[in-house]
């Protein structure tokens, strides 16, 4: 049969599969058998793989267990099968075709020793951006389980409980006996775990270290584990002994049977995770249907808490340095002087200006200067580890040290001058004040603020080499 021949006569991406069924109703692997010239480039995919010729195994070009399985379905019932998934960075549309003859001629075979081949056509169409009309071809089943997810995202304004009463839901949606919502923040390194109990801080530390992995590691490991796919269905867990042996035995730890892992993702972008264990794999495609528009809605509503935390993140914190901005302090004293904030009944100013960074920035650059200001945000950090730490500007720091005692108040100063002292670049002139009982804030930072500066210019008294404006006369 002339397989090429005939696929060139269809329109669009196209490939044929053949497999056979064999006599005790088991699948032999899949074997690619023909490729249309448009879609031609599916054969470099993988540049170690041989030179194609018709029948070839197709895992010499990709893997991907789920469209395995719709080939498997397809061929085998001779039922057509849609798909329409986030996979690759672009969204798949793809259509499986159970093929009986070509032209006219019959292509189903059956040898001697009872094996039958079949064949399925694959076209594909794909696009960087969902297409509505795509998803909404869902059956009323799968179409009320996402109408009914889409209520739980959004019948709070909490996004932790939002989260935690979807992954109920999706629990349900897969019969599953544990579900979870695995949340990856790719700016910040930073992934939550969440469950219908909600967010599961010593059950992720405790599953990280398990594994010898940080949480984000974890999230790497499982994206590669994805082999590029969109999820894994996993009616057993040998692909995971193969691709992940330490996530494997921490499976198997917590009796673990099968699995679903869905890829949660924005714009392309890895938001998150659906975890699911135990299911019933008897409903793997109508599972697999619902979730591949419910990871589209989920991924909305993580993206856009991420970017409010971001935006609120910036907002209060200082980019160079990582400690609280100017907008942060003065919000924080303007909670206290109004009493949104209780005084606490003592309380430790700091005001700490960096000694000769603007010859830093005229002699060597404003890098070396951003440079000077990190490494002296960092001993600050070091030295009121616990204590509220801001730049208030340029070269400026201020700490308010709540129900501190004056000791040590005097000990955090005397510490961070030793670290100073210990470095060739950074100096600081500083000044404190202590509060108790009755006292106004502002006030005692002006106080504080004036004796950094006495502090500043006896520091240029003693260093005149090191005072810009003296030298610019």
């Given at each position: ?77 001779a039922q057509p099968l849609y798909s329409y998934v986030n996979a690759r960075g672009v969204w798949l549309k ?315 108040l005097a000990l955090r100063v005397s510490q961070l001058r030793g670290l100073t002292d210990n470095t060739s ?29 006495q502090d500043k210019a006896e520091y240029y008294r003693t260093h005149p080499e090191k005072d810009q404006r003296?030298?610019?006369?």
């Amino acid at each position: 049969m002339d397989f090429q021949t005939w696929i060139e006569g269809i329109n669009g991406l196209a490939s044929l599969y053949a497999f056979d069924i064999l006599p005790d109703g088991t699948n032999s692997e899949i074997r690619l058998m023909a490729v249309n010239r448009q879609n031609v480039g599916m054969l470099q995919m993988n540049p170690n793989a041989p030179e194609f010729y018709p029948g070839i195994p197709y895992r010499n070009y990709w893997m991907d267990l789920n469209f395995e399985s719709f080939v498997y379905k397809a061929a085998s019932t001779a039922q057509p099968l849609y798909s329409y998934v986030n996979a690759r960075g672009v969204w798949l549309k793809g259509f499986y075709l159970p093929v009986k003859e070509i032209d006219g001629t019959s292509v189903s075979e059956e040898n001697a020793d009872g094996t039958r081949t079949v064949y399925c056509l694959y076209i594909i169409s794909y696009s960087d951006k969902a297409e509505a009309d795509s998803m909404s071809q869902k059956s009323s089943e799968v179409a009320k389980s996402i109408m009914d997810l889409s209520i739980r995202l959004h019948e709070t304004h909490d996004f932790y409980q939002a989260m935690a009463d979807t992954a109920k839901e999706l629990r349900n949606i897969c019969h599953a006996e544990k579900c979870s919502l695995y949340t990856v923040d790719k700016s910040t390194r930073q992934c939550t775990f969440i469950n219908e109990n909600g967010v599961q801080e010593e059950y992720l530390k405790a599953f990280a270290e398990a594994m010898g992995r940080t949480p984000y590691e974890i999230a790497e490991a499982w994206e590669a584990d994805l082999a590029l796919s969109d999820c894994l269905l996993l009616d057993n867990l040998e692909v995971i002994r193969e691709r992940d042996p330490a996530w494997f035995q921490s499976l198997t730890d917590h009796e673990i049977r099968n699995l679903i892992l869905y890829a949660i993702r924005y714009n392309q972008e890895l938001v998150g995770f659906i975890w699911a264990a135990n299911y019933d794999v008897a409903e793997m495609e109508r599972i697999k249907e619902t979730l591949e528009l419910s990871t589209f809605l989920i991924a909305a509503v993580i993206s856009n808490h991420q970017l409010m935390s971001q935006l609120e993140y910036r907002s209060v914190v200082d980019a160079l340095t990582q400690v609280g901005n100017r907008n942060a302090m003065n919000d924080r004293v303007d909670r206290l002087v109004s009493g949104e904030d209780a005084l606490p009944e003592t309380m430790g100013i700091v005001f700490a200006d960096i000694n000769g960074l603007k010859v830093v920035n005229d002699k060597e650059g404003h890098e070396a200067g951003d440079k000077l200001l990190v490494r002296a945000a960092s001993l600050m950090k070091i030295a009121f580890e616990g204590s509220e730490i801001f730049r208030a500007g340029g070269d400026e720091f201020v700490v308010i040290s709540p129900n501190c005692t004056e000791e040590n108040l005097a000990l955090r100063v005397s510490q961070l001058r030793g670290l100073t002292d210990n470095t060739s670049d950074v100096s600081f002139a500083i000044g404190t004040e202590f509060c108790t009982e009755s006292y106004d804030i502002r006030v005692a930072m002006n106080v504080a603020d004036g004796r950094m500066y006495q502090d500043k210019a006896e520091y240029y008294r003693t260093h005149p080499e090191k005072d810009q404006r003296r030298n610019q006369k």
